[in-house]
C-alpha cells in the first residue's frame, strides 16, 4: 500500500519551490498536486493524457475548452486529453490533486 498526507506533500512540494509535486506514479496513472496563488497565472498547456482535477482548497475559474466553471473545494473537473484549460481569476491560494491516466510524461 501507498499512502499520503497531503499537510506533507504540500511541504514536499513547497520545498521544491515548484507548482507541481507529483507523488504517484504506477503503470497506467500518475497523481500530483498542483498550487497556484491567488492572482497568479496558470502556464499550463494541452497535455497528452486525460485528467482529473479535485480542488483541495482555494477558488478560482477553470476553462476547458469552450466551458468555463467556478471551482472551489470538493470542486471535480475533467479534461479530456489535448483539450485546452487553464486555471484564472483565482479568488484564494488553490491546491488541486490531478491525476493524469496515463501517466503523465
Avoid: C, W
Avoid at 509535486?21 to 497565472?41: C, D, I, P, T
Avoid at 481569476?89 to 501517466?103: G, K, N, Q, W
Amino acid at each position: 500500500m501507498k499512502a499520503f498526507r497531503l499537510d506533507e506533500l504540500e511541504a514536499e512540494r513547497a520545498a521544491n519551490d515548484g507548482a507541481y509535486l507529483q507523488f504517484l506514479r504506477e503503470r497506467n496513472m500518475s497523481v500530483g498536486l498542483y498550487a497556484l496563488a491567488a492572482g497568479e497565472a496558470d502556464p499550463q498547456s494541452p497535455h497528452d493524457q486525460d485528467e482529473v482535477y479535485l480542488v483541495l482548497s482555494g477558488r478560482a475559474s477553470i476553462t476547458v475548452g469552450a466551458e468555463t466553471t467556478q471551482v472551489a473545494r470538493g470542486s471535480v473537473v475533467y479534461v479530456p486529453a489535448g483539450v485546452t484549460h487553464r486555471f484564472h481569476h483565482i479568488a484564494e491560494d488553490l491546491r488541486v490533486m490531478v491525476v493524469f491516466s496515463p501517466p503523465e510524461s
